[in-house]
């Protein structure tokens, strides 16, 4: 197959044209806009001087997404400029692809572009005809090779593209045979699956690195010094090249196909010849061939799943939820006009162009059977290996800036609200509606429980609330519950504000501050105080690292051996029971001899009823260290999170700010915050709540199944482990309007039926919910109140290895006095 030729999309407009069928393309550009944003910035902060700009975006086929990229790159740059206050430099925009691209109907539609551009940008010296300060053209031509002049470009951009090579891979011995359809012996098949030869797999996976490697060494050579590049392709998130993930769309092609050849429409020996010039590389496989070519480094990568339907694809997507089989087949249809509009040119060569409506009539039927196949019976979703089944996935997500979260997420996009996966050898069931969440959490049926883990309960201790079994712990909630009273918050107000003015005060002269960092010490310190009344620097500071050693061992393998990560959580443990047994010791010594004034948890939990201790001593240490880590991480994580969005959102500041000066004027008699002073808070107390549903710091409840039953209409066995997952519920659109957007106010109105879970619900809902929300509108108040602040990095990613959902960077900033 000669791929300069068929290397192109449907043309014109017709209803298989690309131009009616790049919906997916579109929302991958849109996808990429963040991150091209951030390179634009840092090439324009890196280059104040610069006049004029060159600008390729490779691969721009021809439809509606061609001016697309541009269009976003012309309006960031004039954004940036206006930021800046520099003038908009000239801007030479190439617009690059094969030979046989459709590029009249991109030439056609120049003109109405730069309408758009001088409409908008009058002010900035864009004239009509593209003028004096944005100029157009288009170079045709492989991207695989010199497009352009040595150092003539400062910005290369490519979207949905590079996963096309630049031939049908070929087997080492037919090196030399460029331009022919290749012999994989992929018998019955287009593109690598589980039955291909390993030498198919191989040649697919050698192509694409010799492919990259020349694209990459084409660019070092035409990029200036310091240039930057965006590109976003189709890929893969795990290292099997053959997972449904990077195959499907092929598989069932070749169905379609072999359907046909079985009837004699098609001869099947064209199928085993044909090869699609496509790879889904991994992202390893990216780092590899970059690290070799050495011209360039990877700023950012990032992976996101596809809608092949046309959704969204960003986080506001929840659209493929498949149920009927109507609505299934509808979905397939879907997919195959994306798909037709794509590879019918490739196809149309090797197997005749009136054999085409007939295949893609078959292909939208098997796709949408395909969709149906996995909703019917058990939750659709993937088994993944044997015993370990999507385990590899999974830590590769907790080991992705995205964080533990995204594969959930991505999920949660393919499968819809009720999905089902295998991790570490155990079947979990994710739910997403808030019907769900009521059932499982309210747990009326009695067919939910808490699992005990046992490793968590050997860090934890067993008495622990985390971990006690379902009876005891219904007696240790009744006991613990009453610690939570209006009189422990009261006093918790006080003293938490004083920790915060404490720790506040001086931090404008520390230059950056990481502010989980600082959050972490003082909701630390906060919890100790309020539990046992630890003040001491050094007792606090051991005990934190403890704690620390505990929380990290939560999440490791539990492999008890003097070297593991879980051993040290053991031996820290160890030392954390020790010191809270001195310190019931030296405070029963106190009480004996009435030289006692403590009021902390821990006094409470210490007086007797008719003789009768309420709890064990080891009942008390247990939970005394379960709440630390209950309390502390997830206070911190939250404030963090509330800081951020706040930053992002100056109308929301604004109204803060006026409402808490007016507190200040208020209670500036008072040293420190109380109680009452909490409830003239009302739109803090919105911002609260509305922080906590956008950052859904525990993001999904596990529960065991004690009995089959049947959710979302699948079926749900005895055993398995059923997830609430709030993060979705948070934001889904039928439950919240407008979920990604950061407005307190949607809680003026009543908020649906089991929709907010930021402190879970039923029998297990967080006991420090109100000391929680009190924490954060005390540390509000104080830190609007006496700080503005700038942020040092805004990097989203979020930090490997955490209980809970926390930002890598910790968010420095650097504050200022308000005055
Ligand atoms: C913003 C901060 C907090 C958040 C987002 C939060 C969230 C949660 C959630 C979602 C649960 C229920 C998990 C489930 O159902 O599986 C929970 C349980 C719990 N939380 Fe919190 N929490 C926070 C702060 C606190 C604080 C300050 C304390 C203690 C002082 C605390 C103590 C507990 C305890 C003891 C439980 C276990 C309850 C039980 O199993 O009966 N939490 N928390």
């Given at each position: 197959m000669e791929v300069m030729r068929v290397l192109h999309m449907n043309k014109g407009n017709g209803e298989t044209s690309y131009a009616k069928n790049s919906t997916v393309q579109s929302n991958i550009i849109s996808l990429g806009r963040r991150v091209m944003d951030e390179a634009l910035k840092k090439l324009m902060m890196r280059n104040s001087e610069i006049s004029s700009i060159g600008i390729a975006d490779l691969g721009c086929s021809s439809g509606p997404n061609s001016l697309l990229s541009i269009s976003n790159i012309i309006d960031t740059i004039h954004n940036l400029c206006a930021d800046l206050e520099r003038p908009v430099p000239e801007l030479r925009v190439s617009l690059n692809d094969l030979p046989s691209n459709?590029?009249?109907?991109?030439?056609?539609s120049l003109p109405e572009f730069y309408d758009r551009i001088n409409n908008n940008k009058e002010s900035l010296g864009f004239c009509r005809g593209g003028g004096e300060s944005c100029f157009v053209s288009a170079v045709a031509g492989s991207f695989y090779g010199r497009l352009f002049p040595r150092r003539s470009l400062h910005f290369v951009h490519s979207s949905s593209s590079l996963h096309w090579l630049s031939q049908v891979p070929c087997r080492e011995a037919e090196k030399e045979d460029r331009a022919i359809t290749a012999d994989l012996d992929n018998m019955g098949k287009i593109y690598i699956s589980k039955t291909s030869p390993k030498s198919a797999h191989k040649a697919y996976a050698l192509q694409f690195q010799t492919?990259?490697?020349?694209?990459?060494?084409?660019?070092?050579?035409?990029?200036?010094?310091?240039?930057?590049?965006?590109?976003?392709?189709?890929?893969?998130?795990?290292?099997?090249?053959?997972?449904?993930?990077?195959?499907?769309?092929?598989?069932?092609?070749?169905?379609?196909?072999?359907?046909?050849?079985?009837?004699?429409?098609?001869?099947?020996?064209?199928?085993?010849?044909?090869?699609?010039?496509?790879?889904?590389?991994?992202?390893?496989?990216?780092?590899?061939?970059?690290?070799?070519?050495?011209?360039?480094?990877?700023?950012?990568?990032?992976?996101?799943?596809?809608?092949?339907?046309?959704?969204?694809?960003?986080?506001?997507?929840?659209?493929?939820?498949?149920?009927?089989?109507?609505?299934?087949?509808?979905?397939g249809r879907r997919v195959a006009n994306t798909i037709r509009a794509v590879i019918e040119p490739m196809l149309e060569p090797t197997f005749g162009e009136n054999v085409m409506d007939e295949l893609f009539e078959r292909y939208a039927k098997i796709v949408g059977e395909y969709f149906y196949k996995s909703t019917v019976d058990v939750p659709p979703g993937s088994d993944g290996f044997p015993v370990i089944g999507e385990t590899l996935q999974f830590m590769l997500s907790v080991n992705s800036g995205k964080g533990f979260y995204e594969f959930v997420r991505s999920r949660r996009i393919r499968y819809g609200s009720c999905f089902r996966t295998s991790l570490f050898g155990e079947t979990h069931v994710f739910l997403s509606t808030t019907d769900s969440a009521r059932a499982v959490l309210n747990n009326e049926s009695g067919m939910f429980t808490k699992r005990y883990i046992k490793s968590i309960g050997e860090l934890?201790?067993?008495?622990?609330?985390?971990?006690?079994?379902?009876?005891?712990h219904k007696i240790l909630r009744s006991r613990l519950i009453n610690l939570f009273s209006k009189r422990s918050t009261a006093l918790m107000v006080r003293q938490f504000d004083e920790l915060v003015v404490d720790a506040l005060s001086g931090w404008e002269h520390r230059g950056t501050v990481v502010l989980l960092t600082d959050l972490l010490q003082i909701?630390?310190?906060?919890?100790?105080?309020?539990?046992?009344?630890?003040?001491?620097?050094?007792?606090?500071?051991?005990?934190?690292?403890?704690?620390?050693?505990?929380?990290?061992?939560?999440?490791?393998?539990?492999?008890?051996?003097?070297?593991?990560?879980?051993?040290?959580?053991?031996?820290?443990?160890?030392?954390?029971?020790?010191m809270l047994e001195k310190i019931i010791r030296e405070r029963r010594n106190e009480i004996n001899s009435q030289n006692n004034h403590h009021e902390d948890f821990l006094q409470q939990l210490l007086a007797v009823d008719n003789d009768t201790p309420k709890l064990t001593d080891a009942e008390i240490t247990d939970n005394i260290l379960t709440m630390i880590i209950a309390g502390q991480d997830t206070t911190a994580s939250a404030l963090t999170w509330m800081i951020k969005y706040l930053g992002e959102n100056q109308k929301v500041l604004d109204i803060l700010i006026e409402e808490q000066s007016q507190l200040t004027n208020k209670a500036s008699n008072k040293p420190f915050l109380e109680l009452?002073?909490?409830?003239?808070?009302?739109?803090?107390?919105?911002?609260?709540?509305?922080?906590?549903?956008?950052?859904?710091?525990?993001?999904?409840?596990?529960?065991?199944?004690?009995?089959?039953?049947?959710?979302?209409?699948?079926?749900?066995?005895k055993g398995w482990n059923i997830n609430i997952d709030a993060r979705s519920i948070h934001l889904d659109p039928t439950v919240y309007n407008e979920p990604h957007k950061f407005n307190p106010l949607r809680f003026e109105e009543e908020a649906k039926a089991n929709s907010f879970l930021a402190f879970g619900m039923g029998g297990r809902t967080c006991l420090g919910l109100g000391m929680a929300k009190a924490m954060m509108l005390v540390f509000l108040h104080r830190f609007i109140t006496t700080y503005r602040w700038e942020v040092v990095d805004g990097d989203p990613s979020i930090e490997k290895w955490t209980l809970f959902s926390r930002l890598k960077s910790g968010y420095p900033i650097r504050v200022s006095r308000r005055l």
């Open positions: 459709d590029f009249n109907y991109i030439f056609a492919d990259f490697l020349v694209f990459l060494r084409s660019r070092s050579e035409e990029l200036v010094p310091g240039g930057r590049m965006v590109l976003s392709f189709l890929g893969r998130s795990s290292l099997d090249p053959t997972t449904e993930e990077s195959c499907y769309q092929w598989e069932l092609l070749a169905q379609a196909l072999m359907s046909m050849a079985k009837e004699g429409i098609i001869e099947e020996e064209k199928i085993d010849a044909f090869n699609a010039p496509y790879y889904a590389a991994s992202s390893e496989e990216l780092k590899m061939v970059i690290e070799k070519e050495g011209s360039f480094s990877i700023d950012r990568l990032e992976i996101s799943p596809v809608d092949w339907e046309g959704g969204s694809i960003s986080e506001e997507s929840y659209d493929l939820v498949v149920r009927s089989k109507p609505e299934a087949l509808a979905s934890l201790g067993d008495r622990s609330l985390l971990c006690a079994s379902q009876h005891h909701t630390f310190k906060a919890m100790c105080k309020m539990l046992i009344s630890l003040e001491d620097e050094e007792e606090l500071g051991s005990m934190q690292k403890d704690v620390g050693f505990v929380c990290e061992a939560m999440l490791a393998f539990p492999l008890n051996l003097p070297w593991t990560r879980f051993h040290k959580g053991i031996m820290a443990r160890g030392r954390v029971m020790e009452e002073d909490l409830s003239e808070m009302p739109y803090a107390s919105k911002m609260v709540k509305e922080s906590l549903r956008m950052a859904s710091v525990v993001p999904w409840f596990p529960r065991l199944v004690l009995q089959d039953c049947e959710m979302e209409g699948y079926k749900i066995k």
